[in-house]
């Protein structure tokens, strides 16, 4: 099993992210395109519902399994390992067969009496074989994360994103002739395509890696013996019971991040829910409502959400590295990767921001055709920020055995967040800005909640000087790119906004060596040039 460094695995990651985000935005850009805004919002409000569901199956699991299988990594603990993944995959199938049974017997339910709009029903039918597959593939994901070898977990989401793009195009323009509500289901016929296509990917690294191992399986015995048993000595009861700490440690390490990210789900299950309801209530038809929350959900949000790509590697990274640290008491190591982590978020978010609020109308326009939209966009940029930062953050505290704080932190922000939208959204003067303003909130309350819950475990200290750097850089950026966009030098909008985004990075990215917040040691980690930048000995 290849062993990655934090950085090394969090660019693997990273590659595969940003690989992933680009081709992702094909059917971002094509659905709309085919079954229109109005279509997209059928096919996002079944999301919410499929989320939960997730969330309780795989919410806590595969990190508690990341986590606990780089402590036995770290103390060279093969057995345990081996009990580890066994017991989580146990739990999991479990978990989705139950969940699965439950959900088929609510779709009739959800659709007509929970949701606004009927036409997701059939949207609804397609996602139930999702929830055992990717049940056992999130298992398998926890098992290599914890092994520090990001590469399968690379892997199996870039051809997830490749065989759902063209399964979502395809079924959705060969379902579009029977309705909407056809063309969203054949939509998410696509990704269960996808998701088959990853656990298969997962399988076949596990499988290779079992035929590569030198260890042999644990044998009734050798548990006995790890228990401290002897063989013939010990009743089968016994040695099940000497067991059983097993799964209750997974449980114990599971809930409380599950119960973190369910405030986090079930937020969005009640704002698809209380949005759509409050819009109607502001005055809009269930069509518009339904289009209008597709446009948020389906097509502003995605675009927002491009650099996570690099914050989700960095936090997937952060969970085995902070966990290996922090059982070696490694305080010193605890600070550097969370500095690091932190840098590179706000650096390589940074100019998306100031791209997204310049730019919203041009972007919207030439990535969906639909310029009025870009509103949407620019009310949203800003927060951005705090984005980019809470996925390493949160990632922290659940390392650092503090899920439950993140639990708090994030009720706090769904109450919150769910309040505005009933007040806000339901108000005719604000519609859906009234939403994006609850939505902005939520997200830099519980960022800030966050932070300071990291602050105050590990008397980590938030760099505040590089926050003053990258804006100033981001303003220089701003004017500098504004400026080559009123230039008009190009005969079309697409290739006058390419050059001054171009222009404003490269000003960007001069600035950050200039001002120390990039230098040569950075660089040198980067895969291909890289090697350019290392010093020579």
Known sequence: MTKQTFIKGALILL????????????????????????????YQLVYPFLIVLLTIITGGIPLAVAKWIAEAE??????RVKQIFRA????????????????VALIPWISTSLMTDERVYRTLQVTVPLLLIIGIGSVYRGYFQGMQNMIPTAASQTVETMIRIVGSLLFAKWLLPYGLEWAAAGAMLGVVAGEIAALLVLLSHYVQRRKNSSDTPI????EQEEAGTETNQVPRNQVLFKRQPILRRLIGLSVPVTASKLIGSFSYLFESILTTRALVA???TISAATTQYGALQGMIIPILLLPTALTYSLAVSLVPSLSEAAARGDRKMIHKRLHQSMRLSLVTGAPFIVVMSLFAAPICLIVYDQ???????????PIGIFIYLQAPLQAALQALDKPGTALMNTLIGAIVKLILIVQLASDPALGIKGALI?????????TILHGISVMRFVGFRIQLLDFVKVGAAMTIMGGSALWVMNQNALPSLWHNLLLACAAGIIIYLLLMIKMGIID??????????????????
């Open 15 to 42: 590659a595969a992210g940003i690989l992933n985000r680009i081709l992702g935005f094909v059917p971002r850009i094509a659905l709309p395109r085919i079954m229109g805004a109005e279509g997209v919002g059928i």
């Open 74 to 79: 770290s103390k060279g603990d093969s057995r």
């Open 88 to 103: 989580a995959m146990g739990l999991t199938v479990m978990l989705s067969l139950l969940l699965t049974v439950l959900f």
């Open 219 to 222: 044998s009734q015995q050798e």
């Open 282 to 284: 502001a005055g809009l």
């Open 371 to 381: 310029a009025d939209i870009g509103h949407m966009l620019q009310w949203m940029a």
């Open 438 to 446: 609850a939505i902005n909130v939520n997200t830099a309350l519980v």
């Open 520 to 537: 040569r040691h950075d660089v040198s980690r980067l895969p291909v040039i890289g090697r350019y930048f290392r010093t020579k000995h």
